[in-house]
């Protein structure tokens, strides 16, 4: 490993968290896993994320902002709540937030009376693909509470329903949009200022 580059390193690193995490079906891959490290280092306020995992303890260990994850599977939300304090990640914590009927789409019902009113990042890697609408509802629920400049890191969309989904965000929310990540792609909406 001598003569990896660092990219290689942190590619390495990232797969080897991956798997050890043990939730290799769902789990973020190393691309986006390297996205996440970079804009929750730099979070200058609050930070939401939809679905939970391994990217929850990730956002937790690199940044400095509170880190809230919505999580609609009871069990798997203890799940990362365990590995948070185990990690002695105070500053995180994981909602329990089901999914909920919209009429046009399913997403997830958010506490928001004690949710901040403003969030710097977005992590959108749930809810799981079957849901009526997808991530669609990201946007919907939350656009008013994505601050001007924010971004929203979507997972997996280079599937066609994600690209759909950002798309869409695109034209009915005041978002632009690049793609980003050599393996798995993924997108990287800003709010418009």
């Known amino acids: 490993m001598g003569d990896a580059t660092p990219a290689t390193r942190m590619a390495s690193t990232l797969e080897a968290l991956v798997y ?9 891959r190393h691309d986006f896993l390297a996205a996440v ?5 730099r979070a200058t306020g609050p930070i939401l994320e939809c679905g939970s995992g391994l990217s929850t303890v990730v956002l937790a260990k690199v940044s400095r902002q509170p880190v ?4 609609h599977d009871p069990t798997w939300r203890n799940c990362t709540q365990a590995a948070l304090v185990t990690y002695g990640c105070l500053q995180a914590q994981v909602v329990w937030a089901p999914l909920r009927n919209y009429g046009q789409f399913a997403w997830y019902d ?3 009376a004690i949710m901040p009113t403003e969030f710097a990042l977005v992590v959108c890697d749930g809810p799981p693909s079957g849901t009526p609408g997808g991530r669609y509802g990201l946007l919907p629920v ?7 400049g924010g971004v929203v890191l979507l997972d997996d969309a280079g599937r066609d329903a994600e690209a759909l989904v950002a798309e869409r965000w695109v034209s009915e929310f005041g ?3 690049a793609m980003a990540g050599e393996r798995q792609r993924y997108a990287v909406l800003t709010a418009d200022q």
Request: net charge positive.
């Open 20 to 28: 050890g995490w043990g939730n290799d079906t769902f789990s973020a």
């Open 37 to 41: 490290l970079s804009y929750g280092r």
């Open 68 to 71: 809230w994850s919505l999580e």
């Open 110 to 112: 958010p506490p928001l």
């Open 142 to 148: 939350m656009r008013s509470r994505v601050r001007p």
């Open 175 to 177: 978002v632009t949009c």
